[in-house]
Nanobody, 122 residues
Framework: QVQLVESGGGLVQPGGSLRLSCAAS????????MGWYRQAPGKQRGLVAA???????NYADSVKGRFTISRDNAKNTVYLQMNSLKPEDTAVYYCNARIRVGILGQNEYDYWGQGTQVTVSS
């Protein structure tokens, strides 16, 4: 079994910062891409940022220059540093990871965290 556990959400004022963390645990052979998605009320879940195992990153246009994704491969953990937060960043943020499992890593699946609420409001 594989689990993704997120932490770091909360309430912050506009212009503030938050750091989200997501740790993967369980029977992991290797982790490929990791990323963060978000879903606001009445909207579809969409990509915020993603990072490959080699460290290449990709961001949604709406967060470029404000958010930074990083990962610690030794800890199987991905982070999302969110600066200059805006009310429109309010959403449930979900961690995603593409993980190989099995003794030989022969199977690859997408796993999701439970979600963490980020609310940007004065």
């Amino acid at each position: 079994q594989v689990q993704l556990v997120e932490s770091g959400g909360g309430l912050v004022q506009p212009g503030g910062s938050l750091r989200l963390s997501c740790a993967a645990s369980g029977s992991i052979f290797s982790i490929n891409a990791m990323g963060w998605y978000r879903q606001a009320p009445g909207k579809q879940r969409g990509l915020v940022a993603a990072i490959t195992s080699a460290g290449s990153t990709n961001y949604a246009d709406s967060v470029k220059g404000r958010f930074t994704i990083s990962r610690d491969n030794a800890k199987n953990t991905v982070y999302l540093q969110m600066n200059s937060l805006k009310p429109e960043d309010t959403a449930v943020y979900y961690c995603n990871a593409r993980i190989r499992v099995g003794i030989l890593g022969q199977n690859e699946y997408d796993y999701w965290g439970q979600g963490t609420q980020v609310t940007v409001s004065s």
